[in-house]
């Protein structure tokens, strides 16, 4: 299992876990929804829960439910700024569609389904 920051998503995560020092980590996952199935889920992890998997790296705990896993193994997490806007992207090698607007995504599991 593998879920890799980029320096700026690095950077970025510290910086929100500097404002909320009882936080763990990062929460990593996905959930139902769009038009697309699969839509990423993140948030400070305020608590460990029974199943999570995580993965460490320069410090920084990401936890992700076991549901999630297999749909995010592999991704890499980055922070973008493009002018007045800043937003997380991940390069997850499990996508194999994503919907117009890009707020959901599909893998061969759905395909097949």
Do not use: H
């Not at 920084?60 to 806007?85: C, H, M, W």
Request: with cysteine; hydrophobic share 40%.
């Amino acid at each position: 299992m593998a879920i890799s920051l980029a320096p700026a998503a690095l950077q970025r995560i510290q910086g929100y876990l500097i404002e909320a020092p009882a936080a763990l980590g990062l929460r990593f996952g996905v959930k139902r929804t769009g038009c697309s199935g699969w839509s990423y889920v993140v948030d400070l992890a305020r608590e460990a829960k029974p199943g999570d998997v995580v993965n460490e790296q320069d410090g920084i705990r990401v936890y992700i439910d076991a549901d999630s896993l297999p749909l995010v193994d592999g991704t890499e997490i980055d922070f973008l700024k493009q002018g007045l806007n800043e937003q997380f992207v991940f390069r997850n090698p499990n996508v194999k569609a994503e919907c117009g607007c890009g707020e959901s995504f599909t893998t061969d599991a759905d395909r097949a389904a």
